[in-house]
């Protein structure tokens, strides 16, 4: 199954990282009506893995996803688990990671590989805050393989929410104070 290329797949830390620092439900609310009419029209797709992790918050944001009328997209689709295959496949024969590298990445809720996989199965881009691993092609093999690296082995691009929102040409609304 392919999708256009202007779907989107989010990373959980590109709402958790704002939610924590700039962007919480107090300060820019504009922002979340954005994030939320993005995913309701389906530019924005948010995994049953990622909104798991989201709802282990117990917060703000976990109310706020849960109040969004949609079903997360779920991982067990055939065409997914076909790349997930691959993703894991790749962790393990690539010399750049490690046994542990492939144990993490193995564990079933664990987000990363379901996102790759995703991406790559229906031709989305990811919206992650990781950055690639500098230093991944040196001679030690690393325990934490990186959204971005195992996304360029299998063709998916990555972008940080800022470039969405900077794509989306999103703006927050001038809010005046009455007082």
Not at 41 to 46: E, F, K, P
Not at 99 to 112: G, V
């Amino acid at each position: 199954m392919t999708t256009t290329k202007d779907t989107f797949l989010l990373d959980t830390n590109s709402i958790i990282t704002p939610n924590r620092s700039y962007y919480s439900f107090k300060i820019a609310p504009s922002f979340w009506t954005f994030l939320q009419s993005e995913i309701v029209n389906g530019n924005l797709v948010i995994m049953d893995v990622v909104a798991q992790e989201i709802s282990k918050g117990k917060d703000t944001l976990a109310d706020w996803l849960k109040a969004i009328d949609i079903t997360p997209l779920d991982r067990r689709s055939p065409d997914i688990l076909g790349y997930y295959a691959k993703v894991l496949t790749h962790i393990q024969t690539d010399v750049a990671y490690s046994d542990r590298a492939l144990a993490l990445w193995s564990e079933n809720s664990h987000a990363d590989p379901w996102i790759v996989a995703t991406a790559a199965a229906r031709k989305y881009t990811i919206i992650t805050f990781e950055q690639p691993n500098p230093a991944l092609r040196t001679n030690h093999s690393t325990n934490k393989p990186k959204i971005p690296d195992i996304s360029a082995s299998l063709g998916v691009k990555c972008i940080n929410l800022y470039q969405y929102l900077k794509h989306r040409n999103f703006s927050f609304t001038a809010y005046t104070n009455a007082s």
